[in-house]
């Protein structure tokens, strides 16, 4: 989970839009109506493939410096940007049951005070997520 930056090759389209490849992802490529929107279906695309990556335990490769990166005389270079944990808060919500154990004492005290275990656990590792 991370934020990345990555070189796109950015393609105008004679209706106006742009076709978007990452050259150093396979399978990474996407296309928008115009600029605007060109650079956000680049983000989600670039987010997603690499939330495959990190999800399926692959080393996500390096970013190439965008001077190595061919291109013809009609397309550009560009940096565009992701960060894989807002991708994550976004698409992976789903909530997983987890079960755990807590010392008698405490879980006593805290039904007695009307805790909600799961709000508190998630607050929690939330704040300990964004601390690494």
Same mark, same amino acid.
């Given at each position: 989970?991370?934020?990345?930056? +990555?070189?796109?090759? !950015?393609?105008?389209?004679?209706? $106006? $839009?742009?076709? %978007? &490849? !990452?050259?150093?992802?396979? $399978?990474? +490529?996407?296309c928008?109506? *115009?600029?605007? *929107?060109?650079?956000?279906?680049?983000? *989600?695309?670039?987010?997603l493939?690499?939330? $495959?990556? @990190?999800?399926?335990?692959?080393?996500?490769p390096?970013?190439?410096?965008?001077?190595?990166?061919?291109?013809?005389? @009609?397309? !550009?270079?560009?940096? %565009?940007?992701?960060?894989?944990?807002? +991708?994550r808060?976004? +698409?992976?919500?789903?909530? %997983?049951?987890?079960?755990?154990?807590i010392?008698?004492?405490? &879980?006593?005290?805290?039904?007695?005070?009307?805790?909600? !275990?799961?709000?508190?656990?998630?607050?929690?590792?939330?704040?300990?997520?964004? &601390?690494?």
């Amino acid at each position: 989970m991370a934020k990345y930056a +990555y070189p796109a090759v !950015f393609t105008p389209e004679q209706d $106006g $839009g742009y076709s %978007v &490849n !990452f050259p150093d992802l396979q $399978g990474c +490529y996407t296309c928008g109506d *115009d600029m605007a *929107d060109a650079l956000s279906m680049a983000e *989600d695309v670039l987010a997603l493939i690499l939330y $495959g990556y @990190e999800k399926d335990g692959r080393t996500v490769p390096p970013p190439s410096t965008p001077d190595t990166i061919s291109h013809s005389s @009609e397309e !550009f270079v560009n940096f %565009v940007a992701c960060d894989t944990l807002q +991708y994550r808060k976004m +698409y992976s919500n789903r909530s %997983v049951k987890k079960t755990l154990t807590i010392p008698e004492w405490m &879980n006593e005290t805290a039904t007695a005070m009307g805790l909600n !275990f799961s709000q508190i656990l998630q607050e929690a590792l939330a704040l300990r997520i964004q &601390n690494q």
